[in-house]
């Protein structure tokens, strides 16, 4: 907590004050990163913008995951807060990504993400492309 804390102590605060700010665990564990983000953040937002806007959090193993929620104060089925595997998840957090049609992103909360590597995906419309 001690080096959590320190590292949060770096970021600017004006990342820290701006309510469009976003932090992202990928291997969130038992949350003491989120943690200490989460103390830090309160001095300039209310909890809840903070959880529901500002805090995301991916976590492999089902019981870190549970009790990283249970720390941050969120339910298990926070669309931002994610047990799923880091290095396949498509980082949706419950939002579309533009990629549904053609078997790759999803919209339901806590289903994990199965690439389909061999669909054509010539004609998709990719973000990146617009
Ligand atoms: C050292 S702990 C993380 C500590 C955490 N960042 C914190 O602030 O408390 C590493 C975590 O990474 C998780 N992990 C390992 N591989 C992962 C993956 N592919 N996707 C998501 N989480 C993963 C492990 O389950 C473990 O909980």
């Keep these: ?9 770096e970021i600017p605060e004006s990342v820290l004050k701006d309510e469009n ?6 291997a969130a564990g038992s ?5 200490a983000l989460q103390t830090e953040l309160s001095k300039y937002h209310e909890l ?3 959880n529901d806007h500002m805090l995301y959090a991916v976590e492999l193993m089902v019981d870190n995951h549970a ?7 969120v339910p298990v089925n926070h669309p931002h807060f994610l047990c ?3 290095l ?16 790759l992103g999803k919209i339901d909360n806590g289903q994990k993400y199965t690439p389909i590597i ?10 990146l492309d617009s």
């Design 1 to 9: 907590m001690e080096l959590c804390a320190q590292m949060v102590s």
């Design 84 to 86: 799923a595997d880091a």
């Design 48 to 50: 809840s913008h903070i």
């Design 31 to 35: 949350g003491n990163f989120l943690l």
């Design 67 to 73: 009790e990283m929620c249970k720390r941050v104060g």
């Design 21 to 26: 700010s976003t932090f992202l665990d990928p």
């Design 88 to 103: 396949e998840y498509d980082y949706s957090f419950g939002e579309p990504v533009g990629l549904e049609g053609y078997g």
């Design 118 to 127: 061999n669909k054509d995906l010539s004609e998709a419309q990719l973000p």
